[in-house]
């Protein structure tokens, strides 16, 4: 009914930027709530960034003021503008979607930060 395929990961080096997609495909009219989730080696999935159909965002505390989420609603999309990237950000990041009282994830893309 509904998938999501991430793409953007790739290898940065600190203080460097990249930029995350997650476009979401099927019989879909809106998807109330698109975001971003992470998850590092040995750590549990943690909160990036939301964003609500109507624009309302929502930051995890260890990206704020770094990391930008946007959407285009008619394309069902969401972005995530990554910078001033640290090791600490290196991890799998999920694309989510909240639709019709379902949550859909897609299937990652690894971000490495390293020299």
């Known amino acids: 009914q509904v998938q999501l395929v991430e793409s953007g990961g790739g290898l940065v080096q600190p203080g460097g930027s990249l930029r995350l997609s997650c476009a979401a495909s099927?019989?879909?009219?809106?998807?109330?709530?698109m975001g971003w989730y992470r998850q590092a080696p040995g750590k549990q999935r943690e909160l990036v960034a939301t964003m609500t159909s109507g624009g309302s965002t929502n930051y995890g505390d260890s990206v704020k003021g770094r990391f930008t989420i946007s959407r285009d609603n008619a394309k069902n999309t969401v972005y995530l503008q990554m910078n001033s990237l640290k090791d600490e950000d290196t991890a799998v990041y999920y694309c989510n979607g909240y639709y019709r009282l379902r949550y859909y994830w897609g299937q990652g893309t690894q971000v490495t930060v390293s020299s």
């Open positions: 099927g019989s879909i009219l809106s998807i109330a709530v």
